[in-house]
């Protein structure tokens, strides 16, 4: 004789008179009429006219109905009844007081509204009469027995069923009608006997209501309110609500705060809403993922497209995606992230880059080349050296979906100038870093013409750790070079490193050159692995060459797990002495942070600003005595260890000129039109060659004593070669030849302006001071 929810769950197509139909899930409620049973069939109809014409977010909600002499069919938001849903929600682990706490909220305010704003009385509130949408959201629905508070169509209905009567207030026996009540004092009753049920499982009988069993502390004097034997001292709806959220109170908590902000986020103001998504990521750990899917995130989704929310919205909407499947992760986030890489805002093109990993597995290729990647290169001229180098990283992530294009010339392009313009150290050195991890993605063609000359170049750079990534560089690509280029042009490059002024670059080029000598004896010993050894080199684009392929992977998600993941280490000479890792100097104007072991998992953060990391040193250890073996694979493992340090970037460094070198020799060195290509047929400047303004005038020459090779050698990054990454570049490392063909052009240039300055003498001598007005005759 009641309702029957036939199908918990259905796709909804909709009468086609509704254009809002949507195909939802819903839910649908069934009462058949049976003869002889009138009276509970006008109850039936009156519940279907109730909740057809109620509105409110708390109380169950009505799309579509059908009404026949046999049945009446009325279709709801798709719900689960309470009791069924608790049931299953302790079966996987409970149901956490912060659910309930807002379940609760919403039912006490849908009665607040029935009886302040509507005068109705509810009369059937009870575990049965409340039901959970998708989001963990309580409704109020068994409007069966409802009935005006006012006397208006008489009084309640007879509700005839025994287990509904059970939480009938003790004063509806008294027919004397002497008991003075209020109007809401019956549901408030009710309410209390739906609080023990939720807490303690279904009531026995009225008189268990004494005992608040597992009733949390903070809410039992409220509760004992509601069951009080007088009907007069029972709360208003309002005012229980009112009394449970003072501070201390069971709904004073954030998920309730969190909950009431989002119902009232159209009419808050910007600021407010700024300060509530840059919150809301913290918490969101600690609420339920069913809340999170189906209500935090369509907010999220509406403030960016609608609210102007920006960049705060991306930290928490990330977070949220984790708990959808791949095909709602494509359907709902990825076109706003797409959406999101066109925006001119600084803030969210810099968190988008540092974020990357959570969101590239579902970005296809089409989608990477045609709306991402146009958008993301303009990174590379950014003048800001966060977005710089943050978009560099970013590029370990999306080289693999790069088309031949993309990734061979307009890549290409850009790394060529960030590598030789830059001002930024740090920055030319993450350019070689990523250039070594993502060198296998490169065509046959494009990493012959590139690879060498890239990290010969990084060779002269005047910053000492790009000079070591272009050592590492060489090893992580060992598999990439012909035994030919290995003799002729790597070899040459590292050996004249071996008297590098720094020790850490100089370590590096012995450790270096000893693996590829082991290559070419090898070879040399038994001519027919040669085969073996460059089955790489001509090979297609493959992330898999080489047997550095899986250790990639993790050297790459450690190096963009932040913007400035690793700090410049201090002098060399601060380390332990039984301590084998190289440490790298710190340029003038850099503060000098403590030393910063490689880690040994990757780490993420969601911020940019300069994170120090807490490390063993044991770790950096341990990965530099690796270094210890001769074989080529402790070599591969060890550039990888080093080069997984990012090196950071800071925004207020000014470059200062070092004494090994000047930082407008080096800038002149690339060329935006050029990039990497082959050499020119025209004659460069001479090597060595200075301007008159870099020349120390009356100063005393300055030299470095702390370290022997420090004046031993004239650095070749003083006055790098042309810009184009050519296959030539190599060459240029006999420094005594450019030294003496430097000397000489000086020379030539102080005797002949000695002899221009011997003739204006002689002339001005011969033909004596000129007078005014006299007329020039010869």
């Not at 049931?87 to 682990?93: F, I, L, S």
């Not at 974020?355 to 958008?375: A, G, K, R, S």
């Not at 221009?756 to 002689?762: F, L, P, S, T």
Request: net charge negative; with cysteine.
């Amino acid at each position: 004789g009641g309702w029957i929810t036939r199908s918990g769950d259905r796709d909804y197509p909709g009468p086609a008179a509704l254009p809002q139909a949507t195909g939802c899930p819903v839910s649908i409620f069934v009462y058949d009429v049976k003869p002889g049973a009138e009276e509970q069939t006008q109850v039936a109809k009156a519940a279907f006219k109730r909740l057809k014409t109620l509105r409110h977010p708390n109380i169950l909600a009505y799309i579509d109905g059908l009404e026949t002499e046999k049945c009446l069919h009325v279709v709801t938001e798709a719900v689960t009844p309470l009791g069924i849903y608790l049931k299953a929600r302790v079966e996987a682990g409970g149901l956490k007081e912060l659910e309930i706490s807002w379940g609760l909220h919403q039912i006490v305010k849908a009665l607040s509204f029935l009886v302040n704003d509507c005068s109705l009385i509810h009369n059937n509130v009870c575990m049965a009469a409340v039901f959970v949408d998708r989001a963990g959201e309580w409704k109020l629905g068994g409007l069966d027995y409802m009935y005006s508070a006012q006397g208006n169509g008489g009084g309640p209905p007879r509700k005839g069923i025994p287990e509904l009567e059970q939480y009938d207030p003790p004063e509806l026996a008294d027919s004397s009608g002497r008991v003075v009540r209020e109007k809401w004092s019956a549901d408030m009753w009710r309410l209390g006997c739906l609080i023990w049920e939720v807490f303690n499982g279904p009531l026995p009988r009225a008189a268990a209501l004494r005992n608040p069993g597992k009733i949390p502390k903070s809410l039992v004097p409220h509760y004992c309110e509601l069951v009080g034997a007088n009907p007069k001292v029972r709360p208003n709806p309002a005012r229980f609500l009112q009394n449970c959220r003072a501070p201390g109170g069971f709904m004073s908590n954030r998920f309730v705060e969190t909950n009431l902000f989002l119902e009232e986020i159209q009419i808050k103001e910007p600021a407010e809403k700024q300060k509530f998504f840059q919150e809301l990521s913290k918490s969101l750990d600690a609420f339920p993922e069913d809340f999170c899917r189906h209500k935090v995130l369509p907010q999220l989704l509406t403030a960016f497209e609608f609210g102007n929310a920006g960049a705060v919205v991306l930290t928490p909407l990330f977070k949220v995606g984790k708990f959808l499947s791949a095909e709602e992760y494509q359907q709902k986030i990825i076109p706003v992230v797409v959406k999101m890489f066109s925006s001119t805002d600084r803030a969210m093109r810099i968190r988008l880059l540092q974020q990357m990993e959570q969101f590239i597995q579902y970005l296809d290729e089409p989608t990477v080349n045609t709306q991402i990647f146009p958008h993301v290169v303009h990174g590379f001229l950014d003048t800001n050296p966060a977005i710089r180098e943050q978009t560099v990283k970013s590029m370990l992530l999306l080289a693999p979906k790069l088309n031949e294009a993309n990734l061979n010339v307009e890549l290409m392009k850009h790394f060529a100038r960030l590598q030789a313009k830059d001002e930024q150290g740090p920055i030319r050195c993450n350019t070689t870093v990523c250039l070594g991890k993502i060198g296998s993605y490169l065509s046959a063609s494009t990493r012959h013409r590139v690879l060498t000359s890239a990290f010969s170049r990084a060779t002269k750079d005047p910053f000492a750790p790009s000079r070591v990534a272009g050592v590492l560089g060489f090893a992580a690509t060992h598999n990439l070079y012909s035994m030919n280029d290995c003799a002729h042009k790597i070899l040459p490059v590292l050996c004249g490193l071996t008297v590098d002024p720094e020790k850490s670059v100089r370590d590096q080029a012995f450790k270096a050159i000893r693996s590829f000598l082991s290559k070419l004896e090898s070879v040399s010993e038994d001519p027919t692995q040669l085969e073996e050894v460059e089955k790489d080199v001509h090979a297609a684009s493959s992330p898999g060459m080489g047997g550095a392929a899986a250790s990639w992977a993790g050297w790459a998600v450690t190096g963009v797990s932040s913007l400035t993941s690793k700090l410049i280490r201090v002098h060399p000479t601060t380390a332990p002495a039984e301590t084998n890792i190289p440490q790298r100097p710190t340029p003038e104007g850099v503060p000098a942070p403590a030393p910063t072991p490689v880690p040994a998992t990757p780490t993420t953060s969601g911020h940019w600003e300069t994170q120090e990391e807490d490390k063993d040193t044991a770790e950096d250890s341990s990965a530099a005595d690796r270094w210890d073996d001769e074989d080529w694979g402790s070599l591969e493992q060890e550039a990888e260890s080093v080069l997984a340090q990012w090196v950071c970037v800071n925004s207020d460094h000014k470059p200062s000129k070092s004494p090994e070198s000047d930082w407008s020799s080096w800038e002149a060195e690339g060329s935006w039109e050029q990039g990497w290509q082959e050499p020119s047929s025209q004659e460069p400047p001479l090597e060595g060659t200075r301007l008159a303004s870099e020349y120390n005038w009356g100063g005393p020459e300055s030299s470095d004593k702390g370290d022997p090779f420090a004046t031993l050698s004239a650095r070749p990054s003083t006055q790098p070669r042309p810009d184009s990454w050519g296959e030539d570049n190599w060459e240029g490392l006999e420094t005594e030849s450019r030294q003496a063909k430097a000397e000489l052009a000086r020379k030539k240039r102080e005797e002949r302006r000695r002899e221009m300055e011997a003739k204006r003498a002689e002339r001005k001598a011969a033909k004596g001071p000129m007078k005014l007005g006299a007329r020039k005759l010869d």
